[in-house]
């Protein structure tokens, strides 16, 4: 034994079958947590799996939209300078006017 080191006893009081029986009943209590605790971390990655899948989805349905909205926008300015002969000053004033009727109905929904 190395120099200053001290000894300890310790003593269990009562049947030794009872302690085992209860590390048992750890055991057989902590293996159960880790199974629940394993199907939480499954349904937690299905969660977020499937978040991820919709976000990325909802991306590309957003870069679709806005392309979209840009050829609609090129569609409008070019019907108005042919058929109106509207300006480029006008054209802005009407997609202006257009945005702000869309910011309106938002608001009433």
Not at 59 to 82: Q, T
Not at 93 to 105: D, N, P
Request: glycine share 12%.
């Amino acid at each position: 034994m190395a120099s200053g080191a001290r000894r300890i006893i310790v003593e269990f009081l009562g049947d030794g079958k009872n302690l085992v029986r209860e590390i048992g009943n750890i055991e057989s209590r902590t293996h159960s947590l880790g199974g629940v605790l394993k199907s939480v971390g499954k349904v937690a990655f299905l969660g977020l799996a499937a978040g991820v899948t919709a976000a990325v989805s909802a991306g590309g349905l957003f870069a679709k939209m806005a392309v979209d909205d840009e050829a609609s926008v090129a569609l409008l300015a070019k019907g108005l300078e042919n058929s109106a002969g509207a300006t480029d000053k006008q054209v802005a004033a009407v997609e202006r006017w257009i945005t702000k009727q869309g910011i309106a109905k938002e608001k009433v929904d």
